[in-house]
């Protein structure tokens, strides 16, 4: 197939301006185009003698300053310009197809939006009454509860959330900041509020099942209003009512949850927190690997033969609350090693074997519930099927600052008497 | 005067990205020089598209404006600052010859008129630039650009293709069909045998 004509053109005119060929040398090589080529060389070469062109002199010698007269300066870069500067020239999504620039930047948003919220949930967690991003904190739970399915879940979320609002009050009187108080006392109140009448609703006869579910909210009842009772002369009495609304909202619905699940044990808990612990060999508890753990409450297997069942709670928060340590087991029951030493001034009997030199808090002391005295690690001999001592109200001596046992002196009604703003 | 002559070869020195390079940061100075440097051959550009000199030399002016006020804003670095002051000064044309309206035909220029009687002396004279204007005035304009580009201001067949956004074999073709017209111009007025 022969060349093209144009082709040949273009050949002979890049030889000629190369200066590898004359034009005679381009139609010697191409003879069948000899006389065509002659004419379109020629032409031009005609452009090319002709076109002499040039500015005016008049023009040109004014030309430079003319135009530097009339440059602005130059307009500052959006900042997308200096991002693109600074990035570099490629800095561009356009090389790649619409369809896959739309989805790279739809991902790319999707993602932001996704790891923005995981970000500021995460964060929210530390986040204590009159913070920021307490709300936040606050909601999460709040769609948590709304997701929870059945009532195992809805009582085991409002009694880890309970417990998360005791953590919360505590480390704001550590924080000296109590006039936040009233916020995690009212949440508290909501979730022990919750939980009681989810394990109260439930018909007579299927209330065996729930028998843990209920150890567990009197545990933390319990343990709830002890810590409450340790708060409450840290702060000035102007914010004691958070407290005692508190304390009060723990012991009434105590009440209620006995009368429907009348505890065979009486539980005994870990202390909140080592600074609020009655020291050390004091109240301590194990945890067993038959225990399961929900939501950070250990719960005790039901009602194991040879040790005490009771609901054991562990940390809620990260150093905060109710960890466990490896010594000594609550001991309601009665004692295993034969030769008790009650402790405190505590009425019902037995009263259990007292291993430790510890003597017992006012904590334990304190005359609504159960006597508390401290326990060996584990019994020796299985507890017996006697009932649980029915706790007394009597003060013991000394307690002048025991807040007094709910429906004598005052009937608190948690839900009548908000103290929040 | 020494001065003058050394600032001159310092400016010779500059290659074109180093100009643009400083004209981008808003040295005036150096955009100056690259505007001394390529003033002839946009201005035979644009001649030999509009054939009208002051158009041309008001045209040229305005190729470098628009190309000081887009120096900052270019993304991608100019590959070559040559090609783009045609492509440049090719938008203008075209839009020049859209927004103007009736101007008076080249052949009705007094100095035309004659050029057919003394066609050899007029290619002595400067008037014979303008016969060629006239001439490519003639010719698409596609035919006109690829001339102009290729023998008034010695583009290669690759450069042409950029200005004119074309592929080279394009061009070539383009560049074959241009001078075919043309030869039938200049034969018609039997300037060449």
Redesign the interface.
Known sequence: MSEPIHDILASCLDAVESGDATPGDCLARYPQHQDELAGLLAAAQHIETVARERPAAEFRSVARTRLLNQLPAHEPSSWLDQIRAWWGAEFTLRPLPALARNALTAALFIFLVFAGSIGVAKASESQLPGDRFYAIKTAVEDVRLAAAAGRDADVKLNLSFALRRVVEMQTLVEQDRPEHLQIAARRYEQHIKHATMDLTAVPAADRDRYTDLANLLISVLTTSSRTFALLLPQVSADFQPALDFAMATAEYNLKLVTTVYPPETMPVLASPTPGLSAGPGTMTATATPTQKTVEGIILPTAHPSGTPTVPLLVSVTPGALLTPTPTGTPLPTPTPTGTPAPTGTLVPTPTPTATNAASPTPVVATPTFTPLPTATHTPVQPPTNTPEPIPTKQTPPGQTDTPEPPGQTKTPKPTKTPKTN | MATNTAETVGTQLDTDDALVARS?K?D??A??DL??RY??QI??YI??HTGN?SE??DL??TV??KA??A???N???IENVRAWLYRLAHNLVIDSHRTRKQVAPLEDHPHLQDRGASPEKA?QT?E??Q???YQLSRLKPQFRQV?VC???NGLS?AETAAVMGLKENHV??L???A??E??QF??GIG??T
């Open positions: 981008i808003g005036a100075a955009f100056g505007y001394e003033l002839d201005y035979r001649f030999y000199r041309a030399e040229t002016e470098f404006l000081w006020q120096l900052p804003k993304r991608k670095p290619l400067k014979e630039s016969q060629l204007a001339l290729r023998f008034i067949h070539r073709v560049q074959y069909r001078l075919q043309m030869r200049m034969t300037e060449v």
